[in-house]
């Protein structure tokens, strides 16, 4: 094809694209109206960055000075916020409800069984259903009982004539030095916003693109795409992901901007190595919106598949859940997601800071998505001009 002479054409399919842009703002409030939502939405979500004062339940059936000081140090915790009920019906009530995370029943006797050696037990209840709030509850209270259990103990090797230092080498023989790479904090926005926000971003550029192709079979303008274009698909594909690009890259950039500059999140590479890898992110999402409405030049059934393909990249992506420990044959299907290799590009860059030597490999696989739609072009073009394809 004449590069050159293709280029009046190519400006013609662009210029078509954004006169469809202002007729139709669908386009606009679909992309960068979604985007900023959710920019706005989880970045003020998770703004405290670790849930606090997460109220629990405590029964405290024995009431002695020991049973009090547990419920004030288990208050006093930032995770904790300590709710005290008479009985343990009120509080399964309110554990029902959903007003409470946990729940902590102090037995009776529990003061008096510890100074006999009569080892007390604590029954502690959590609520499952709420998978965060559920689990640092009980982390807090499991805490406090081994801090707990720690005290009584000191204090008994204490009344034996024992110095602190032996105190603690009897209690805690081995010291655990704790060191969270990237996220110190434990905050749970840098954990999840770097990467729900792309996410969100390639479903976005898949429903987007899909429409946008989709429509012009929907309302009949195929024909007339394919006349602006000069007669060529890879002319007319071209033009309308030249604006798409442009857009989509946009976004990418100021989100990379908004979470590495504007909001500090920690970064051990460089900002710049990220605006390449959310380039290569857009550039394979649109390629993979490309070969489903290439497969499918059906809208309904396109944008449906596309939607189901975009979620599920979330879960094989790797982030919540280590794609390597997932079955063999799933660990594949991961492969075909351009986000599971951008998180691989991110943990090389911004936890580890790696540089080119840890994601020249990403960037090898997801310029590899944009010669997958290739082969189908004429397909398209075929469906495009003959549309002998359900519309609706």
């Known amino acids: ?147 707990t259990n720690g005290a009584v103990q000191r204090e008994m090797f204490r009344a034996k004539g024992m110095n602190d230092a032996q105190i603690m080498n009897m209690i805690q023989p081995i010291i655990i030095d704790t060191h969270q790479i990237g996220n110190v904090y434990t905050n749970y926005g840098y954990y999840l916003s770097n990467m729900l926000l792309p996410a969100i971003l390639t479903i976005v550029i898949t429903i987007v693109l899909l429409y946008s192709f989709g429509a012009e079979l929907k309302y009949g303008t195929s024909k007339h795409l394919i006349q602006t274009a000069g007669g060529s698909i890879i002319v007319a594909v071209a033009g309308k992901l030249i604006v798409y690009t442009i ?68 879960s094989l992506s790797g982030f919540t859940l280590p794609a390597e420990n997932l079955p063999s044959f799933v660990q594949g299907w991961a492969e075909c997601y351009p986000l599971r290799h951008y998180y691989l590009f991110y943990v090389q860059e911004v936890i580890y800071g790696a540089g080119f030597a840890g994601w020249w490999l990403q960037v090898i696989l997801m310029l590899l998505f944009l010669f997958v739609p290739m082969p189908l072009l004429k397909r398209l073009k075929s469906a495009y001009i003959l549309r002998n394809y359900p519309v609706d």
């Open 1 to 147: 094809m004449d590069i050159i002479g293709a280029w009046p054409n190519l400006w013609n399919v662009i210029r078509r694209e954004l006169r469809i842009w202002s007729r139709r703002p669908i386009y606009l409030l679909g992309s960068v109206g979604v985007i900023a939502f959710c920019a706005i939405f989880f970045l003020t979500f998770f703004r405290d960055g670790l849930p606090h004062d997460l109220p629990i339940a405590v029964v405290d059936n024995d009431n002695s000075s020991t049973s009090r000081n547990f419920v004030r140090q288990l208050d006093a915790t930032q995770l904790g916020k300590v709710v005290q009920f008479d009985t343990f019906a009120e509080a399964r009530e309110e554990m029902q409800r959903g007003k409470v995370y946990g729940i902590c029943v102090i037995p009776e006797n529990f003061n008096a069984d510890i100074q006999a050696f009569r080892r007390p037990t604590f029954h502690y209840y959590l609520n499952g259903l709420y998978m965060v709030g559920g689990a640092l509850a009980y982390k807090d209270i499991l805490t406090m009982i081994n801090l």
């Open 247 to 314: 857009l989509f890259s946009t976004l990418g950039f100021i989100l990379m901007i908004l979470l590495y500059h504007i909001m500090h999140f920690p970064i051990a590479g460089s900002i710049f190595n990220m605006f390449i890898a959310i380039f290569l992110l857009v550039i394979s999402s649109e390629a993979v919106a490309l070969l489903i409405i290439e497969c499918l030049p059906v809208p309904r059934l396109a944008l449906s598949i596309g939607a189901l393909y975009s979620v599920l990249g979330i």
